[in-house]
């Protein structure tokens, strides 16, 4: 039985690396599906694709991931694969992989991904997604090799880990950081909702949005209708976490966001009352 491969990077579509991937797991296996996770993440932007993965694995068949934001492609990073609960992880050891291994019960066994017979002849040492993650990967998929079979196993504890950001609690305010911007301009923080509650701010709270120096007024309201056309809100995006967003509009058009951004939310009003959008 074969398993599907969900495929992420930061390639981008306007080259022809993508489709080279599929091509060399289509040569090895065949029969593999490829589930193409997304490929439009910031060039060597580790954490955007390591959250990433983490927030799409739980909805992703379970099997093997095979993940290429690999800024330290060709040096002496290691190359690994990693067993868990949900499947098989595989991908630079850069942290890329931890979020979503850790959302999938942590790892079991790590391999080094070393045996020659895996890894394709290539004249240079840059595309290691086309010689060597993506053929790791097919074989596993298609079980034509264990992953003992890829390399030396390796100590769990030392993988190298995504460092993220806490958010700290004040006297009724809650500081945190943008750790994505999506597609639609929204900014999903690290920030949950019981994290707000847990300082008292609620729906129906009077609550300031800070960043930097800036304050602004801004309403927690459950989806995008509950604002004027225009006007910014916080509400409990897809994956549970707090958004600002605009209605019909980009909250970073709308408020001096990025990701990385450190952001306080805070019962209360701004001193200069301000409204996004």
Request: a negative charge; glycine letters at 12%; proline letters at 6%.
């Amino acid at each position: 039985m074969t398993l599907p491969i969900s495929f992420l990077s930061d390639f981008g579509r306007d080259d022809e690396f993508v489709g080279v991937v599929h091509g060399v797991i289509a040569r090895i296996a065949p029969d593999v599906r490829v589930i193409d996770v997304g490929h439009e993440f910031v060039q060597g932007d580790i954490r955007a694709g390591g959250l990433a993965l983490m927030r799409a694995i739980q909805y992703l068949p379970q099997g093997v991931a095979v993940v290429v934001i690999d800024p330290g492609v060709g040096t002496q990073r290691r190359a690994i694969a990693i067993e868990t609960d949900w499947g098989v992880f595989i991908g630079p050891d850069n942290g890329v992989l931890a979020p979503a291994v850790a959302m999938s019960g942590g790892a079991h066994r790590v391999f080094a991904i070393e045996n020659p017979e895996v890894k394709l002849p290539a004249p240079g040492a840059t595309f290691d997604g086309r010689d060597l993650f993506g053929p790791a990967a097919a074989v596993i998929a298609s079980g034509q090799a264990r992953i003992d079979e890829l390399g030396p196993e390796i100590d769990t504890d030392a993988l190298t880990p995504m460092m993220l950001p806490l958010v700290e609690h004040g006297e009724q305010s809650v500081t945190g950081e943008v750790l994505w911007v999506d597609h639609f301009g929204n900014a999903q923080l690290n920030v949950t909702p019981e994290d707000l509650q847990l300082v008292g701010i609620g729906m129906g709270t009077a609550i300031v949005l800070k960043i930097a120096s800036a304050e602004f007024a801004i309403d927690w309201v459950t989806a995008y209708g509950g604002v004027e056309e225009g006007e910014g809100l916080l509400h409990v995006d897809s994956y549970g976490q707090i958004a600002v967003a605009v209605r019909n509009g980009r909250a970073v058009d709308s408020y001096p966001v990025d990701t990385g951004t450190a952001v306080t939310l805070r019962a209360g009003t701004p001193s200069l009352q301000i409204t996004g959008g």
